[in-house]
């Protein structure tokens, strides 16, 4: 044979092995060519029956916890790993060949597989009809299921129901089973990365995931956001009202960078995860919509919708689904909710920044709201004409005068702020219920809230006021990073904490409560005064609750970025209308975020920059403290009747005892700042003090704490 018709030969059965490779073809039990773990997928189904699929050999076990949900099937042989339900096309569950052995194992080369289906033609759990793969095990004698071959080691099998065949269809249930390939370990198959993805099993790729950027060699994440907008027909916003929840790209932009800047190594050699967030559909707007979290389910059918997010749309294989919208119901004014892991999320600052009376001493809210406002959580909001239209009774606090307006760009982005948040609530909350999905408690690793050495956007401490001090856009919008934790921080004991050690987290600032219940803040980096007495954090040993849950323990750091859960495909919660892991989830709301201090620049002695001396046993001595104006504070939103340096008030009042106003720009940058003056005797400071703090709050009640160091000298030192 001349070379010629060699070559042509080897082409034909090349292509003869392509066709093989893509074409059905009847077949016995699925034999796997290479090792690995396995996974089955439930791509679609379109029988008028309820079909299960179990397997039948070898011995498996499959996790308690998994994607695909089952429903009774009396007389199917095997184990059973999935059933047909339209709300679950995408689930995915992982087959475990070593049970005995921890975690999850993978089978061997050569591995055989038999599976069984089951077909119910009634509402009883009785299988009708049970085939094999196996025709030889089947009563007609018949192949019920043809195999295609879509990529090595991936296997498309389309089940027929019917005895002998019936209409020959042979999409009654479509899944695939393969052995994994995941080279980026992202939770999105190679195949799919590299040719798109067969969503309904015709045999035609329908959803090009390249195409929308995704990478094999790089990790990639895929959001959609649909989002509440009042100029969408069918909504309950009143006249007037044209307020739309379409999240602030700002806001996104800094949640896409966050994750393009982690530094996770990639097969490809590039350091970071490429998140894809598609802004979807504007929906109807509705007052209250509840994914979980103990407050209703309404979220499903709205994302059941085919215009949304519905049974059929390919993304489910793919995507989290993400829902901006307004409230989660009349008792909270909650930030959102989202499931743990999974791959749903709600977002809901609706009533944030339209804060009018908040509670007392008391903490109870004694007043009854008028007009069209509203109350949650304590608090009584505006309505929508974003007018306060109450006066505060009792010992009730009035930030917002009757009549009056709260600020409509606090964020100075030019865009209403009002009902749907400022860029950094919308991305810090974003983010926060994204963490959720990929398996980050409020504690990382476990759902303690606020502890000092776990510095990530999961906390409550960080959600909304993000990470201090870096500012990543200046004097634009954002005030703080937004980010999960990058390092499993040392243990913080409780019942005996080392102030000299501090956290060591490089130059981030931490969060904590002080013995007294109120909040300070402490460098990354050096000692903390988590007593706060003033000395700097010189104590080797003192008991602190600094997480203020009112107890002692111990508090462990956890590494949110290295822990990441990335497919969701797996969990519980992947079904429509399964939340079960919302329920133990109470999220910030807005009156715990307002008693979260803004950290604000304050200058003891202005003038003094060197050494701040104050004499501590002149106690008469009266100490200059200014608050300063800077790119994201304004000193003059203070209210002054809030300010305490180190216990002690203004003594400067007037004649109904109120602190006297003193503007002046001590630091000669051309912005006022405000000028207080304390008396030494009033205050906690001791001689052996080194640095005092200042707390109060804002005339919109932002609650606010700046610190500076001091030197307290003897007399014969003057």
Not at 491 to 516: H, K, M, S
């Amino acid at each position: 044979m001349n070379r010629r018709w060699t070559v042509f030969i080897a082409r034909v059965l090349v292509a003869v092995g392509i066709c093989l490779q893509y074409f059905p073809v009847a077949a016995a039990n699925l034999t796997i060519p290479t090792a690995g773990r396995v996974t089955i997928e439930l791509i679609t189904s379109d029988a008028t029956f309820r079909n299960t699929l179990s397997v039948i050999a070898p011995g498996i076990a499959i996790p308690p916890v998994r994607g695909c949900q089952l429903e009774a099937a009396v007389g199917l042989t095997g184990l059973p790993v999935l059933s047909e339900k339209l709300s679950q096309h995408g689930c995915r569950v992982d087959l475990d060949a070593d049970p005995a052995a921890a975690g999850i194992q993978g089978f061997a080369a050569g591995t055989t597989f038999e599976f069984g289906m089951c077909a119910q033609t009634d509402p009883d759990p009785d299988c009708e009809f049970v085939w094999s793969s196996n025709p030889g095990n089947n009563s007609d004698a018949f192949d019920h299921v043809q195999t295609t071959t879509l990529a090595p080691g991936v296997f498309q099998l389309a089940w027929e129901d019917l005895p002998g065949g019936g209409d020959m269809d042979f999409n009654d249930l479509i899944v695939v089973v393969r052995v994994q390939a995941d080279a980026d370990g992202d939770g999105l198959w190679d195949d799919w990365e590299q040719s798109g993805i067969d969503t309904n099993g015709d045999g035609t790729r329908d959803f090009d995931l390249p195409a929308l950027g995704a990478n094999s060699q790089r990790k990639d994440i895929f959001l959609e956001i649909d989002f509440m907008d009042c100029a969408t027909a069918g909504g309950n916003c009143p006249a007037g009202d044209t307020h739309s929840h379409r999240p602030k790209m700002a806001a996104v932009n800094a949640v896409v960078a966050a994750f393009a800047n982690v530094p996770l190594a990639n097969p490809d050699g590039s350091t970071g995860i490429t998140l894809h967030v598609e802004i979807g559909n504007a929906i109807a707007h509705q007052t209250f919509l509840a994914l979980g979290c103990g407050l209703g389910t309404s979220f499903d059918p709205v994302k059941a919708d085919p215009a949304n997010f519905g049974p059929n749309n390919p993304r489910r294989f793919t995507h989290h689904y993400v829902i901006f919208a307004h409230r989660q119901a009349a008792s909270t004014a909650s930030s959102g909710c989202a499931e743990l892991p999974g791959n749903d999320i709600l977002v809901t600052l609706g009533d944030w920044n339209t804060f009018c009376i908040g509670p007392g001493a008391n903490n109870a809210l004694n007043t009854v709201p008028a007009g069209d406002d509203v109350t949650g959580d304590n608090i009584v909001f505006t309505g929508p004409n974003l007018t306060c239209n109450t006066t505060a009774a009792g010992d009730d606090v009035q930030f917002i005068a009757n009549g009056s307006s709260p600020a409509s760009d606090p964020d100075g982005d030019t865009l209403e702020d009002r009902t749907v948040g400022t860029i950094q609530q919308q991305a810090g909350t974003l983010m926060h219920e994204f963490g959720h999905n990929l398996n980050l408690q409020h504690g990382g690793g476990d759902s303690v809230n606020r502890k000092p050495n776990y510095v990530s956007i999961m906390s409550y401490a960080f959600q909304i006021p993000g990470i201090p001090p870096t500012d990543p856009d200046g004097t634009g919008p954002l005030t703080a990073r937004v980010d999960y934790s990058h390092t499993d921080l040392a243990d913080l004991n409780e019942n005996n904490l080392n102030e000299t050690i501090g956290i060591g987290d490089g130059a981030d600032t931490t969060r904590f409560f002080c013995p007294n219940g109120t909040q300070r803040t402490g460098p990354g980096t050096g000692a903390i005064d988590w007593n706060c007495d003033s000395d700097g954090g010189t104590d080797t040993s003192v008991p602190v609750n600094v997480n203020g849950d009112g107890t002692l323990s111990v508090l462990t750091g956890w590494d949110d970025w290295n822990n990441l859960r990335y497919t969701f495909q797996n969990t519980g919660d992947f079904v429509d209308g399964v939340h079960e892991t919302t329920v133990d989830i109470v999220e910030i709301d807005y009156l715990t975020y307002v008693q979260i201090p803004q950290i604000v620049q304050i200058d003891i002695k202005p003038g003094d920059n060197v050494s701040n001396a104050v004499s501590c046993k002149q106690q008469n001595t009266v100490i200059p403290v200014a608050i300063l104006t800077t790119p994201d504070f304004d000193a003059l939103s203070v209210d002054l009747t809030t300010v305490r340096f180190e216990g002690a008030s203004e003594i400067h009042v007037d004649n109904h005892g109120d602190p006297r106003r003193h503007e002046k720009d001590v630091d000669h940058d051309g912005d006022l700042d405000l000028m207080f003056h304390f008396r030494l005797r009033d205050t906690s400071l001791t001689c052996d003090s080194t640095q005092g703090t200042l707390i109060g709050g804002t005339l919109e009640g932002l609650a606010i704490s700046g610190t500076d160091s001091l030197r307290m000298i003897q007399n014969k030192d003057k």
